[in-house]
């Protein structure tokens, strides 16, 4: 009976490995296909071990035209984007949560219904809104659109993060005389510092992604981030240079991975109370 039993979860363990190994492969080979085609002299659609090394690939691309000014485009509307969705959803998710309101349920419930609206369903109006206003084909109404569509499942990430600070500490602070902006910028948000920074990475990578967005909001060349000029390797008739392909998309991918790094210490730990409350 025993080793009946120990079979049996030896099976399933092999199982969900075996599954596991799997998910991991269809995230792996993608990721092996791009770092080996970026040098390789005649990389195409299989995951192969390069025909040589070369770093002709990158040289290709790092131009003015096909990569830098694109990536500068890119850190400008995202980096701004994303400052501006954490700044307000800090501030919106304050009040929700250290006050309570018999309008904090229906402005949640909002919040969440706007975070399902597909991007798509909604362009066409703010497109001719931003024609109307002036806004079109302007990095700055860009960046107010990015941040308009990130931000509420900005506040629904950063009101829960802000629900874990224990607001006895605060109120300590008021007594001595600290107002609630002084309260929410010394005590509040140095606590949870890893859940500004989990919306801070989930918010830019977000929008490093986006490609729709720009695409349909900018209209000169120039001002075209990485993830629309990413298009232009695709030629006519099928025509596709993967190995500039390849090496751009790592080229593209560094800031991204550059950010998790250097924040990669405060999403790791935990909210840093050290027995500040005592029962």
């Known amino acids: 009976m025993a080793r009946t039993v120990s079979s049996r979860r030896l099976g399933r363990r092999l199982a969900a490995d075996t599954g596991l ?3 991991a492969a269809a995230f792996a080979l993608p990721l092996a296909w791009v770092l080996l085609s970026s040098v390789d002299p005649h990389a195409d659609l299989r995951v192969k071990a390069p025909d040589g090394l070369t770093l002709g690939n990158f040289d290709a691309i790092l131009t003015p035209d096909i990569t830098f000014t694109p990536l500068l485009n890119s850190l ?3 980096g701004g984007a994303t400052l501006l969705t954490v700044v307000c ?5 304050y009040p929700l949560s250290r006050f309570r309101s018999r ?3 229906p402005f949640l419930l909002t919040i969440l219904f706007a975070t399902s609206l597909p991007i798509t369903a909604i362009m066409v109006p703010v497109y001719a809104l931003f024609v109307r206003v002036d806004l079109i084909d302007t990095a700055h109404g860009t960046i107010l659109f990015f941040a308009a569509s990130q931000l509420p499942f900005a506040i629904w990430l950063m009101k829960n993060f802000m629900d874990g ?17 002084q309260s929410l910028a010394r005590i509040v948000l140095p606590l949870m510092g890893p859940g500004v920074s989990v919306v801070t990475v989930f918010s830019f990578v977000m929008m490093w992604g986006n490609f729709f967005v720009p695409f349909m909001l900018l209209l000169t060349p120039d001002q075209m981030p990485a993830s629309v000029s990413i298009n232009e390797f695709f030629g006519n008739r099928g ?13 593209y991918s560094t800031p991204v991975i550059l950010l998790y790094l250097l924040i990669s210490r405060r999403l790791g ?3 840093a109370l050290g027995g500040a409350v005592k029962g």
């Open 103 to 105: 309008l904090n349920r």
């Open 21 to 23: 190994l799997a998910v």
């Open 269 to 271: 730990g935990g909210f």
């Open 89 to 93: 959803a800090v501030l919106a998710a």
């Open 165 to 181: 600070v224990p607001k006895e500490l605060e109120e300590a602070a008021w007594t001595d005389g600290a107002s609630s902006l």
């Open 76 to 78: 400008v509307l995202c």
């Open 239 to 251: 025509m596709v240079a993967y190995g500039q392909l390849a090496a751009f998309s790592v080229v």
